[in-house]
């Protein structure tokens, strides 16, 4: 009965999606109030009802209810409580409507924080909101339903994918989806404004927020992805520029450049075009990842195996939606003013850089994921586009945007001093160049470009810091009025300084573990040791272990340091689910400081145990680095700068009156 009841509950929300597309944007043309008013109440109760339905599955799913063939294709009675939840997600109908309910979950915050906004604005935002719900819903009720019944009831599910039977399925995909989805309502309030006529330094403020959230959750979904396929798949990489990887990358790469261009806006009333334009693009990136994903177009660990006819459904709402969007710029992108004027040594100048470089490194990843699928569909030709590509392509575009990031915040708006920028940025230039020096000399078989990526690392990290330091006042004033000074800072430049920074420690990660780890495969008998970077490893022997829903057969090794210091056990095993008869390899790892040994076993030979075992230097601070840009997302959105559109009514009504005494 449940059942039937979430499957009514999307026909409701599709019925209130279009009330909410339709009506409240009526009411703005007309200039009703009542209309426009409708939008509030029918958008929370529209996520009402998605979470109706998305209650209705999770709990089929936990009663394992395999007469609903997305639970039979997808799940298992023994398949552990917490991975029958998750694995809700775990396919393609399941992630639609988690994606549905978390764009349904923005319409409601947007109609119940939104408060500041002006009337006509908000109508406009709700609507376009409600148009994108429709089409989803649409999509979900007519080629993707979860609720469809088999009759007669199977006894017994086919289980979910074991590789998606890992904690990682439940922070991922929510993570990605709040990220994709979240770039919706900067889309929606581009739109709006658009339709509107109007867009100004108020408007800016206003989508500043979410557009930060979004890029904080993406920022989160992206790095977790990274570390579930590094340590699930047991492969040992970080990326491997997937063309699925790559669909989350450029709405990331568009989002950072959206978050700048909005910032221009809002403090000087420029980039208005560059603004609105990167607000579509963004949502429009989103918009091709989920193509990506389920039109079948791509065969990739991260797609879901879906019919064409899916992904003819999402083709036609990315015309609709982006041509629609793109169109409606074009008519209307002449009348925006061009802003305030700025010399192109300035904050501004600085801002408009790291656009260009993010834009252009978008489109090189862009061009280099979708060139293969249109050889292919051209002359039936299969070609592979990888990391050869996009290091020689991405790589230096990415190097100098790098570079200019410290200068940004240190140059003043309108127009800066590049030499008295780069002044203060002394010590962070000193500081970069000995790591470069020491990196060349003393660290073992590193090579000059990475040791100039470790110097880039530390220029990033030290410069963020001196931002904060100047603006304390450290080295001018006593250390007491420095903290005093340091604490009154508004949130949103601590919030800047952990973005920068964390980006520093990603780039050391990644600079490290790519020019000094060290790897050794070989064969291994019960009671041989190997060594590797310092370190040693034994295998000490091979044993089963039964798991709810896998055996396994588990190797355990001792790790040591060649000095006789113990490290502990490490543990890595191949796995068989039974329900599928499907193997995996569970990697073990022991992460020691900042830097992991890393061990993937394979077949079982005549001469031993394959084994293949990696040292990984300070792995652990590229997906560290990227949780601190996080935080710093998360840390500016709390500046309360951001939390205000406009002055409340109250405090509007509080002006007037005293204007009038």
Known sequence: MSVELGHFALVLALALALVQAIVPLVGARIGSSSLMRVGEPVTITGFALVSVAFAALVLAYLQSDFSVVNVWEN????????????????????????????????????????????????????????????????????????????????????????????????????????????????????????????????????????????????????????????????????????????????????????????????????????????????FSLSLLGTFLVRSGVLTSVHSFATDPARGVFILAILVFFIGGALTLFAVRAASLAPGGLFHPISREGALVLNNLFLTTATATVLIGTLYPLLIEAISDNKISVGAPFFNLTFIPLFLPLLVAVPFGPLLAWKRGDLAGAFQRLQFAFWAAGATAIAGYFLIDRASAVAALGLGLGIWLIVGALTDLALKSGLGKVGVAVALRRLTGLPLSIFGTCLGHAGLGLSVLGIVSVTALQAEHILTMQPGQSTEISGYTVQFQNLRPFTGQNYTEEQAQFAAGTVRGGSLGEIVSSKRLYTARGMPTTEAGIKTIGLSQLYISIGDQTPSGLVVRIWWKPFVTLIWIGALVMMAGGFISLMDRRLRVGAPARRKAAALAGEAKS
Not at 105 to 131: D, E, R
Not at 219 to 235: F, H, K, N, R, V
């Open 75 to 282: 799940s298992h009675s023994a398949k552990p409580l917490l991975f029958k939840i998750t694995g809700t997600w775990g396919n393609h109908e399941g992630s639609m409507l988690l994606w549905v309910l978390i764009l349904a979950f923005f319409g409601a915050l947007v109609a119940a924080f939104g408060q500041n906004l002006p009337p006509t604005l908000k109508a406009n935002v709700l609507a376009v909101q409600g148009l994108i719900a429709s089409a989803f819903l649409l999509f979900i009720l007519f080629t993707s339903n979860p609720f469809m019944r088999l009759e007669p009831a199977p006894i017994e599910g086919q289980d979910l994918n074991p590789i998606l039977q890992d904690i990682g399925l439940a922070v991922h995909p929510p993570l990605l989806y709040l990220g994709y989805v979240g770039f919706s309502v900067s889309f929606s309030f581009a739109v709006a404004a658009l339709i509107d006529g109007r867009m100004d330094a108020a408007w800016a403020r206003w989508v500043r927020p979410w557009t930060l959230a979004a890029w904080a959750f993406l920022t989160g979904g992206i790095a977790m992805g990274s570390y579930w396929a590094y340590y699930e798949l047991g492969w040992g990489g970080f990326w491997f520029w997937d063309p699925v990887e790559n669909a989350s990358l450029m709405p990331w790469l568009a989002g950072t450049a959206l978050l700048h261009s909005a910032i221009v806006m809002e403090k000087r009333s420029a980039l208005k075009i560059w603004t609105v334009l990167l607000a579509i693009l963004t």
